[in-house]
């Protein structure tokens, strides 16, 4: 790229951080530093408020930079992330959003203890949102180190380097200064960012091809060398068997993965009532399905416009499509509208980002010191030293995240968002379900589900292609690949919920029926919610 792209860009992302800090420091002197303000905010965000940081808190680098990659190089393939994306929200509405507002405090954890015994249930659930929150920040490094790869020109191991470094720094700052309301604030700058710039982008595509959107896609087709496969099943999932079970597998851990996502979850403690909570969940909807329908339009327009092997000579994952895409649109690399267009894009981009980095962290951060840290000590953690652990604990993750981020920058953003969905359906979800819908449920049954699914996943994923035995794996040059998928959830997901079954059934512990009778009035009516 040339030096005015990189000028500008850097512009533009210096004043987007400029601005984010300047929110942080504000929020961080009027807070009075309250678990509930650090955790929830004040709980004070109304439904619309809460639907745009939702949106931007799903929004992620996975979105906007892997989705649209993906189906630039795969077409109807790249799709499933979309509907698998969008559909799983159908799921949060109807069986998650109000019934976890009303039940919980701060965290999933609060809603699966409240009928069970609270230490090895916190324990269990804790330990898996860290887990679940550290493969979802990773995918947001490895994108991070993508798009400053493309804006200097993809020669400076060093740069991307510095720029996980970088963004984790940030993160920290965030969420340890301005807590859930900063970070709140900080989603809602970046929705509207990116809603806006994706709207740009999809209008300029389309007038590109005059309105017509058949045209758009014969173009991608012919241009993407696969002809009319390109726009039918198969091109990624289609070859074998496997790749048909991994097309499964994936789809099921996209769908059932959203509900199970901490940061997501901790979203709803944010708004004073549950029925602030489902509207929110509206808001949230209506958002995300506008953009996703968006990524269709840019997705193919960078395979007809771009290119696939310029996507693929640019980033082997296709991370860089849209950024390529705004500076075709644009006029080219030597004009000064493609100069302008793709600074604002990649500066949208480095948002998305630096919010969804703070809103992970934040969530993680809660479940080490609300519940790992409060269920460790043999007495109750005050509010104000439980606060102060979780901007401990902000920093230890974002060392993690920062070292795993170096560790998978070559990997598809979108690919490894799919594995942090898979463990979240895996683990979180059916102890969630069971415990707001099992009369019968135990404590033993609780942690079971748990670690019968968290266990199973990361070890086939250990076991997997995604580890080792193929040239896009972390570790291309051994091979101890036994798991042929390369998402474990159709595997995983249903053995959390057989175990947390068989713990249940196991257990000599007799289910508290007054403790699930007092849960069940809290969830369907709100009485004695926080």
Known sequence: ?????????????????????????????????????????????????NGFAISGDYMSAA??????????????????????FLVAW?????????????????????????????????IAVGTSSVTVSVLYLVAQMVGAGSLVALLLGGTSEAARNWTVIGVGALMVIYVSMGGM???????????????GGA?????????????????????????S?????????????????????????LGLALVLGTAGLPHILSRFYTVPTARAARRSVVWAIGLIGSFYLMTFVLGFGAAAIVGPEAVRGSNAAGNTAVPLLALDLGGGADSTGGTVLFAIV??????????????ITLASSASVAHDLYASLRRRRAKPRSEVAVARTAAVGIGVVAIALGLLARDLNVAFLVGLAFAVAASANLPVLLYSLFWRGFTTRGAVWAVYGGLVPALLLVLLSPVVSGSPESLFPGVNFQYFPLQNPGLVSIPLG????????????????????????????????AV
Request: charged share 15%; net charge neutral.
């Open 346 to 359: 990649a500066a949208i981009a480095f948002a998305t980002i630096l919010a969804v980095v703070a809103g």
């Open 181 to 195: 309301r900063a970070t709140t604030w900080i989603q809602i700058v970046k929705a509207v960012l990116l809603m």
């Open 1 to 49: 790229m040339s030096g005015n792209h990189q000028t500008l860009a850097l512009l533009l992302f210096s004043a987007f951080v400029a601005v984010t800090l300047a929110i942080t420091t504000w929020v961080s002197r009027n807070r009075h530093g309250s678990a509930e303000e650090f955790y929830a905010g004040g709980r004070l965000f109304s439904p619309m408020e």
């Open 225 to 249: 060398g696969h002809g009319d496969a390109f726009l039918a099943p198969g091109l990624k999932y289609g070859g074998d068997w496997t790749a048909r079970f991994d097309f499964i597998s």
């Open 90 to 122: 159908l799921v949060v509405l109807f069986l998650v959003a109000e019934l976890v507002r009303n039940c919980g405090r701060f965290t999933l954890a609060d809603v699966v203890a409240a009928r069970m015994s609270e230490r090895p249930v916190r």
């Open 63 to 84: 979105s906007f930079l892997g989705v649209t990659g993906l189906i630039a190089l795969f077409g109807y393939d790249g799709l499933l992330y979309v509907v698998g």
């Open 199 to 223: 709207i740009a982008l999809t209008v300029l595509v389309l007038v590109r091809f005059h309105g017509d959107f058949n045209q758009l896609l014969r173009s991608a087709a012919e241009r």
């Open 497 to 528: 919920f057989l175990a947390g079954w068989l713990g249940t059934v196991t257990s000599a512990e007799p289910p508290d029926q007054a403790k699930h009778a007092e849960t069940e009035v809290r969830s369907l009516t709100g009485a004695g």
